[in-house]
């Protein structure tokens, strides 16, 4: 009978381990990683090797293949006040499944212990979040992935393409996908000030054009 009982829950974890076990793809090696673009900067999650990491220029903007998660940053790529930062991503391939990628603002201390960031992602999915970073410690803005129908989803091929914007006006943080808002929230608390860029969460071929700042209207 003890056989039997733990042959069976074994069974059952083998049906259900796979569920939660595919979103947690090894980070790919990237052929000629390890070249940015000049001016940029890369912080990666964990301060891991930027050696899978690639920033190749396009006739309209950039594109980006990395195995592991990474900001990236210009030093003159700022915004404070009252503004609207924006870009378009077009997702060329996410290997498999649903990864994030976004826009980042109010910057500090970027490769420094003490960096903070206000981030706002989307993936293949539909979903989008908002976070914080405070060295190296994150905290939920929204209160989780969250779907939203403005984020486009991938098509069948694996692409995407999505306009994503942070404004910073009236007091306020709003998010928007798309021209239409998803989520906002008071600014108190949260870093508007300082560097703004992107964010790409591990495995992503990425395109991203238009990226830039003017005032909030």
Known sequence: MTLRIGLF???????????????NDAERTVEGGGALLPGWHARVDRDRPLENVKMTKL???????????????????????????KGTFHQVSSKGHAHGVGL?????????AGQVYTYFLIRGNGDFLVKTRTGAKTA????????????????????????????????QMIFSANGTEVFRKAATGLYTDGNYGVRLNH??????????????K
Not at 9 to 23: D, E, I, K, N, R
Not at 104 to 110: E, F, I, N, Q, S
């Open 140 to 171: 939920w803005v929204n209160a989780e992935w969250t779907h939203h129908a403005a984020v486009k989803a991938d098509n069948a091929d694996g692409t995407n393409t999505n306009q994503l914007e942070v404004k910073v006006a009236g007091g």
């Open 203 to 216: 495995n992503l071929t990425i395109q991203v054009s238009d990226l830039g700042v003017t005032p909030a």
């Open 104 to 112: 980042v603002v109010g910057g500090k201390d970027m490769a420094g």
């Open 9 to 23: 829950a074994m069974a059952a974890l083998a049906f259900t381990a796979p569920v939660s076990a595919q979103h």
């Open 59 to 85: 006739a309209s903007g950039w594109q980006i293949d990395n195995g592991p998660a990474i900001v990236l940053w210009k030093d003159d790529l700022t915004a404070s006040g009252d503004y609207s930062v």
